[in-house]
């Protein structure tokens, strides 16, 4: 269950705005509260003008809380395989024709506006090489029509927020 930390941050991120007085806001509430969470440090260094280290940690914590905690990152040997599986002896055709598929769907329903957003951004669909692993892709790209969030950094960190 959320906490109001948890429901405050989202809030402050919702528009998709970095503002540095609602996430000061979060932050103080946090310390009044004496809570000392990892994605609160996050939080504050996403106020900083490199997003790298804040995008990368909360990628593994995406990670895991997309796979909705099938999937620890301790038990992967090679993360890259693992994201990126349909490469070399991977591929699946199958997997990637449901997903082309979609295209066939009435317009405006989610299904085609799934399709839609993989072939707006030239991305290959789960079992093409290139593809990120199914498991993963899916949701988070789901998340992304969800919430309206692009895929820049800033619209990748809010995902991984919203998740």
């Known amino acids: 269950m959320a906490t109001s930390i ?6 402050a991120l919702v528009d998709g705005t970095l503002d540095g007085r609602r996430i000061g806001q979060v932050l103080d509430f946090a310390r009044g509260l004496d809570r000392h969470d990892e994605w609160l440090e996050d939080l504050a260094e996403s106020l900083s003008a490199d997003l790298g280290p804040v995008i990368a940690d909360m990628g593994d914590r995406n990670l895991a809380s997309v796979t909705d905690g099938r999937l ?27 997903y082309q598929e979609l295209s066939s769907l009435e317009p405006g ?8 957003f993989y072939d707006r951004h030239r991305f290959a669909f789960p079992g093409l090489p290139g593809a ?4 993963f892709a899916t949701p988070h790209d789901c998340t992304h ?6 895929t820049t950094p800033l619209g990748e960190l809010l995902v991984s927020t919203f998740t």
Do not use: K
């Not at 349909?86 to 699946?92: C, E, H, I, N, V």
């Not at 029509?145 to 692009?150: F, I, N, P, W």
């Open 145 to 150: 029509l969800l919430s309206g969030y692009d």
């Open 109 to 116: 329903t989610f299904g085609h506006q799934s399709w839609s």
């Open 72 to 98: 620890d990152l301790a038990d992967i040997d090679d993360i890259n395989h693992w994201l990126l599986p349909y490469d070399g002896d991977g591929r699946a055709d199958h997997v990637a024709q449901r």
């Open 132 to 135: 990120v692993n199914e498991i």
């Open 6 to 11: 948890e429901i405050l941050a989202v809030m």
